[in-house]
């Protein structure tokens, strides 16, 4: 059972154009989330997160939204740049130390 | 910074060797995780440990198991390397209890295939 789902395995943006990845759960005890960026042969790398006491959390260029009655977050990226180009994992924990990831989305920026 | 280092980048195995993949972390962090990552199912967790000698098993250990020796050290062992084994195993630290703002340290990665 898939406790945290990224519906879109891929998603191609033009640079300088906004990237929306979106991020769905179906645990309602989940009340903190992230986003790693992956590049290929890397560890994910942590770049963004949210507690669930928020429905928005902003560091720079990405956006991190939060829709707790939907079970529902999306990450921003505004402007897109070619170094974007990464797989992008969310990741959700209901107070312990264990994360609950996603299957990924794997973001093109287009230059 | 945080450091989690994987001992190898790369490796080749045949089948029905025995594997090991060694992960070491320098900040004293007390959790250590295994996880292993495949095109279209994410990350996926192996085995956890919270503490020395400490291990529980993930959503996927069957075909692997785990030594935490040391505090820095976890090792991921393959019994009995499969092709189905092949994969992305990416190592991860953190601290016990709520892992504050940056949940989980990664390593570099282990890239495994078997022959």
């Known amino acids: 059972d898939q406790q945290v789902k990224q519906n879109s395995p891929s998603l191609s943006v033009q640079e300088g154009r906004i990237s929306i990845l979106n991020c769905d759960y179906t645990n309602s005890m989940f009340d903190y989330f992230l986003w790693y960026k992956k590049y290929p042969a890397e560890g994910p790398t942590f770049l963004i997160s949210?507690?669930?006491?928020?429905d928005k959390n902003e560091d720079g260029r990405f956006t991190v939204f939060l829709n707790k009655s939907a079970k529902h977050l999306s990450l921003h990226i505004v402007p897109s740049q070619p170094g974007d180009s990464a797989v992008y994992f969310c990741?959700?924990?209901?107070?312990?130390?264990?994360?609950?990831f996603g299957t990924g989305t794997r973001l093109k920026v287009l230059a | 910074d945080v450091k989690v280092t994987q001992s190898s980048r790369y490796l080749v195995k045949r089948t029905g060797e025995k594997v090991f993949l060694e992960c070491v972390q320098d900040?004293?962090?007390?959790?250590m995780f295994w996880y292993r990552q495949d095109p279209g199912l994410g990350l996926r967790l192996i085995y956890f440990s919270y503490d020395v000698k400490m291990k529980e098993k993930g959503d996927i250990p069957e075909g692997y198991s785990v030594s935490r020796e040391k505090k820095e050290r976890f090792s991921l062992i393959l019994e009995s390397a499969s092709t189905n084994q092949t994969s992305m195993y990416l190592c991860?630290?953190?601290?016990?209890?709520?892992?504050?703002?940056?949940?989980?340290?990664f390593g570099s990665g282990t890239r495994l295939t078997v022959v």
């Open positions: 949210i507690s669930s006491i928020k």
């Open positions: 991860a630290s953190s601290l016990l209890g709520r892992t504050g703002d940056y949940g989980y340290t």
């Open positions: 900040m004293d962090h007390e959790n």
């Open positions: 990741a959700a924990t209901s107070g312990t130390y264990k994360y609950i």
